[in-house]
């Protein structure tokens, strides 16, 4: 049941983007329900080692210029340029803003931000806390939030489908979401006068992914079969240093270590770096010694989506498990200093920074396309190109053209609080007006527990094989055509589950990710020329 009075904005997502666009409406005097699947920690946000990329003196031509160039060439011509400007452009007021809520970024002993460099970008600009960043912005967010008397947080809630104005027409809008209580297995129907998409990406649809485990396309999968335009799904960026153990899941080691030096190789190259070393009688940088330079004059600091493909290939002509980062070479008390999260991390492997050669390999990192939407985060249908009224979608989850083909490092979360803001200050501008009418309620007549897992269990398995095997970070026609077959038998094995069975988040989960799966395949299958993070074997010009 709805309420009258004060418009509500149901926002679903608690990273960086939601949080940010919860305060910022909550502060204009708008009531808030931020709902979770998880706790507000679990975000992706929280996970973000590296930083965020920022010019914070508009005045700073030559740097702004600077960082425009580096996001345009690592997009590889597929960035929408005046987005590119107009993101970059706001940085510094965003970042006040986020100085403001309380996010303390690192400072040297002249009290001046810390500026890190990572893969792509000519020059330090990139903000962070030591290497754990997205932890201390969660934080600071999560505080706000939480003591804010307009926002109302809603943990382990799973959203299941967005909630037509009109069942089967897209123009008339959104009006609630159903959602799945967790604690007690009920599902609640929550209205909304607006409603705003900050749910993240799919990294789970993967094997090897460095996305917490909420990270399953909820909320494009939602949007998408209420009627929503997807663009550039092909493009998933791999991120090419995740600790690679046999024991424990990718761990992402910041490109910031690369940034200060650190080099990839594989064991050849190692070898002999190391025989140069002891015939030299001093460890100098093992750079000329790296594999990546045959693909790129930047080698171990190129941009992503060349270093993951470098990775890849030579993986594959070794049989390798991985190749390896090395930083031995560097400054081990700087180090450690500056990256206490990841050294921590490798000393339950026996591993220390600035000392031991580190396994690693790609893993699925960031999703650069998603739901298509305009300059302040509106979606758009997908029939008729028109605006999808009463709906934003913020972060991870849309596409807004600033990424290209491939993402800049740290570029991600300076995106998502600039659409925050833009989102929070269209609607402060346009306050909605309160839905009317009575929201169904999900029926469940002559629907039953799901008793037998094991279906879901194996579906989920075969699906990230088959992600993992055919859809991953090089391609071919043949493989892509052949995951597009088994999708398409995963999807219906699932629709027969969906339709006889209470929700659970297992397979409410599945069910999204198979559908994501199947707009990733489609996309990578119809593209006729290789860019950025879409790489097809069968494409590469003899």
């Not at 806390?129 to 997205?134: E, M, Y």
């Not at 190391?274 to 045959?294: H, R, V, W």
């Not at 930083?327 to 220390?352: V, Y």
Request: charge should be negative; include cysteine; aromatic fraction near 6%.
């Amino acid at each position: 049941m709805r309420t009258s009075g004060a418009s509500q904005i149901v926002i679903i997502g608690s990273g960086i983007a939601g949080l940010f666009c919860a305060i910022r409406l909550a502060n204009a005097g708008h009531f808030v329900k931020v709902i979770t699947k998880q706790r507000p920690i679990d975000s992706s946000t929280n996970w973000a080692q590296g930083g965020i990329a920022a010019i914070l003196d508009k005045t700073d031509g030559i740097g702004l210029a600077s960082h425009i160039e580096d996001t345009l060439k690592s997009g590889d011509g597929e960035c929408d340029v005046s987005v590119v400007n107009s993101v970059i452009g706001e940085a510094g007021d965003r970042i006040k803003d986020l100085l403001d809520i309380g996010v303390n970024f690192e400072r040297g002993a002249d009290g001046e931000f810390h500026l890190a460099k990572e893969g792509g970008h000519s020059n330090r600009r990139i903000l962070h806390s030591k290497d754990a960043t997205g932890k201390e912005i969660e934080r600071a967010l999560s505080q706000t939030a939480e003591q804010h008397e307009n926002i109302e947080l809603m943990p382990n809630n799973l959203a299941i489908d967005l909630i037509q104005a009109e069942h089967g027409n897209p123009d008339a809008g959104i009006a609630g979401v159903w959602c799945l209580d967790q604690n007690t297995q009920e599902v609640m129907t929550v209205y909304a006068d607006t409603l705003i998409l900050a749910t993240g990406g799919f990294g789970q649809l993967w094997y090897q992914t460095t996305n917490p485990k909420v990270a399953t396309g909820d909320g494009l999968a939602m949007a998408y079969r209420a009627g929503a335009k997807v663009k550039n799904l092909a493009y998933i960026q791999f991120h090419p240093t995740a600790l690679a153990t046999k024991s424990d899941r990718p761990f992402l080691i910041t490109e910031a270590v690369r940034g200060e030096g650190g080099v990839i190789l594989d064991d050849e190259g190692l070898e002999k770096w190391q025989e140069q070393c002891k015939k030299d009688g001093a460890i100098t940088s093992p750079e000329q010694y790296s594999f990546t330079l045959k693909h790129s004059a930047m080698g171990s600091m190129a941009t992503r989506d060349i270093v993951a493909r470098a990775i890849d290939k030579q993986l594959k002509i070794t049989g390798k498990p991985h190749v390896y980062l090395i930083t031995s070479h560097l400054d081990e008390t700087l180090l450690n200093s500056h990256f206490p999260t990841i050294s921590s991390r490798l000393k339950r492997h026996g591993l220390k920074l600035g000392h031991d050669p580190l396994p690693i390999s790609p893993a699925a990192h960031y999703v650069v396309g998603g739901l298509e939407v305009d300059d302040i985060g509106r979606p758009i249908v997908r029939e008729n190109g028109k605006i999808f009224p009463r709906l934003y979608a913020i972060g991870e989850v849309a596409c807004t053209g600033m990424h290209g083909a491939n993402r800049l490092a740290s570029n991600s979360l300076l995106e998502a609080v600039v659409y925050a803001s833009r989102a929070a200050e269209h609607i402060i501008s346009n306050p909605p007006t309160n839905y009317q009418k009575e929201l169904p309620n999900w029926r469940a007549d002559g629907l039953n527990n799901l008793f037998e897992h094991a279906p879901v269990v194996h579906d989920k398995n075969e699906l990230r094989q088959t992600m993992s095997q055919e859809v991953g970070i090089v391609r071919r026609f043949s493989r892509l055509n052949r995951a597009a077959r088994r999708l398409e038998l995963l999807g219906q094995e699932v629709d027969r589950l969906w339709i006889a069975s209470l929700p659970s988040r297992s397979i409410i989960e599945l069910r999204n990710l198979i559908l994501v799966g199947q707009l990733v395949t489609k996309d990578a299958i119809v593209r006729k020329e290789n860019c950025g993070l879409h790489f097809n074997q069968d494409l590469v010009k003899e």
